[in-house]
């Protein structure tokens, strides 16, 4: 059997907290879990999932462009295009 080693983490104590309840009901603790991610990576050579921020999505940016559209065209104040 390889050599294991500790790794120490820093989170959140509410992310941690959720995560062990998530991960229990998987039936595995937070050591598991990040082997099963670090092992999906090597696998993978990527981020096993989409890292998605949602300001990049295809709504919000369609509203970004339509507000700067607006304001291009002088038709909105700053504070209607925060509203908006």
Do not use: C, W
């Not at 983490?9 to 991610?37: C, Q």
């Not at 709504?59 to 504070?79: D, F, M």
């Amino acid at each position: 059997m390889a050599e294991t080693i500790n790794v120490t983490v820093r989170l959140d104590r509410e992310i941690k907290e959720n995560a062990e309840r998530l991960f229990g009901e998987f039936g595995m603790n937070l050591s598991t879990a990040f082997n099963v991610f670090i092992r999906q990576s090597l696998r993978q050579g990527k981020i096993p999932f989409e890292i998605y921020d949602p300001f990049y999505s295809e709504k919000n940016q369609a509203r970004l462009a339509r507000s700067i559209a607006k304001a291009e065209a002088g038709r909105v104040t700053v504070h209607e295009l925060l509203e908006d």
